[in-house]
């Protein structure tokens, strides 16, 4: 058999047309049927591209020069190279084309359900500065720190980053000010190879609908050199801060929290809203990074549960019981499942704070807490489940569908997972009714979809 070649060699320059996006954002064009990904291309335009690597099936390319401008180009807001906004050379419109797309793919191709609606992405008034949380590494250059997000694959501090365009307005200046002032009273900056020195990461954390903001400072050591500066000068620049919190970090690590955590001055907790439920957020809650964009992801996950007042619902996956609680308005009961005790202990609490008094929480595995719940006699009306991108299990799966719930809501993000765990649930008695694809991270390929299925009623 003749042995096929690649019609482009390492460290050709050539010059191309893009026809398409990848998932990732990349531009795709094609030379004899052969594709070469190209990052920051975009559909009609016609470029020089340097191939950097090539594959048997496909290549890589690096633009080098535009010879035509697609009209959905537009300016970048920020010129860091830390490879967390891809997207922010293509217009917004053309951002959530290539979403909506990239989750019609997968129904098609591999859920195999072309048939099912996906309705037009939720997308945003305005995509940016909605994060309301930011963990980032502090250096050391020349005697002074610096503190921003590692360049892309690699561990080198893109220094001084003094704004991140999706970041909170409010989180960029508490950032800046506590660099400086660290930097001005002698807090030395962690170093990986030496494992030196006392400052890793700054977190910071807002609250949306709140306005407060809680920094949490993650050192290498109990000690804290000259904290009690730090503290007075953060807090008379910034009134909103209402939490600062030490968190120790001994080990040579690249995971950024450590076990111990401690209440430098003011609260444990800051507390935002979503809808009419109020949150408490410690350092290390999960709590969605984009309010706005989740409370019309939940509004959609409710709509699509169809809980009635005598319902009896599953939320697996539960987190601190964001979803759970949305739920417990309309049900006339809520199990949440979460593997995370520390996850477990704040839903409780978060129930407790709002007086909703018919959800439960429990640790565990779902796969394994599901079955024996079933043994006891719980069988819901309703399973709501929110995974992570790995997407579910098979057990977890089998479980839930030998619960027969009449329905169930899957909040996924990631399409490809969705779409896989999608066909197994068709071809085990669901029906797939509707997808709702939501853009929760603007400037980024990640997109979140929530899927309604109904049990099908046998003949």
């Known amino acids: ?75 970048a807001t920020c010129h860091i190279h830390c490879g967390g906004c891809q997207l922010q050379h293509m217009s917004y419109k053309l951002q959530l084309e290539m979403k ?185 809650s999960f709590f969605q990074v984009n309010p706005v964009q989740t409370r019309e992801l939940y509004d959609k996950a409710l709509e699509y549960a169809k809980i009635g007042s005598d319902d009896i619902v599953i939320d697996a996956y539960c987190g601190i019981g964001t979803i759970s609680l949305f739920l417990a308005q309309k049900a006339k009961k809520v199990y949440g499942i979460e593997v995370v005790p520390e996850a477990i202990n704040d839903a409780k609490m978060n129930a407790k704070l709002n007086g909703i008094t018919n959800a439960e929480f429990h640790v565990g595995q779902a796969e394994k807490v599901m079955p024996k719940w079933k043994e006891e006699g719980l069988n819901p009306d309703v399973i709501v489940i929110d995974p992570p991108r790995k997407g579910c299990e098979v057990d977890f799966l089998q479980a839930m569908i030998d619960m027969q719930p009449k329905r169930i809501v899957y909040v996924s993000c990631n399409p490809s997972t969705l779409a896989r765990d999608l066909r197994i649930l068709e071809d085990s008695g669901y029906e797939t009714k509707e997808v709702q694809p939501v853009d929760m991270f603007p400037q980024t390929p990640h997109v979140e979809a929530v899927t309604w299925l109904e049990k099908r009623v046998s003949n």
């Open 100 to 284: 909506q797309n990239q989750v019609k793919n997968v129904m098609k191709k591999v859920a195999h359900l072309e048939h099912v609606p996906v309705h037009s992405i939720m997308g945003m008034d305005n995509p940016f500065h909605y994060r309301n949380k930011v963990q980032i590494p502090v250096g050391e250059k020349n005697g002074e720190l610096i503190v921003g997000f590692y360049q892309k694959r690699s561990h080198r501090i893109l220094e001084n980053m003094d704004m991140c365009s999706i970041q909170d307005k409010a989180i960029n200046e508490i950032i800046k000010a506590t660099r400086e002032i660290a930097n001005r009273f002698g807090i030395k900056a962690y170093n990986e190879e030496k494992h030196s020195g006392e400052l890793r990461h700054i977190m910071v954390r807002t609250g949306q609908a709140t306005k407060e903001a809680m920094v949490v400072l993650v050192t290498r050591t109990d000690k804290l050199p000259n904290k009690e500066v730090l503290i007075n000068e953060l807090t008379e620049r910034f009134p909103q801060i209402r939490s600062i919190i030490q968190n120790v970090n001994r080990e040579r690590t690249s995971v950024i929290l450590g076990d111990k955590t401690k209440v430098l001055w003011g609260e444990e907790y800051i507390y935002d809203m979503i809808g009419d439920i109020k949150f408490a957020i410690s350092a290390k």
């Open 1 to 75: 058999m003749a042995k096929h070649t690649a019609p482009v060699k390492k460290n050709d320059t050539i010059t191309l047309t893009f026809e398409d996006l990848t998932h990732e954002g990349s531009g795709v064009a094609k030379i004899g049927g052969y594709p070469l990904f190209v990052p920051n291309g975009l559909p009609g335009e016609e470029a020089i591209v340097k191939v950097v690597k090539v594959n048997k099936n496909f290549g890589f390319g690096k633009l080098l020069e535009l010879k035509t401008k697609s009209p959905e180009r537009v300016e």
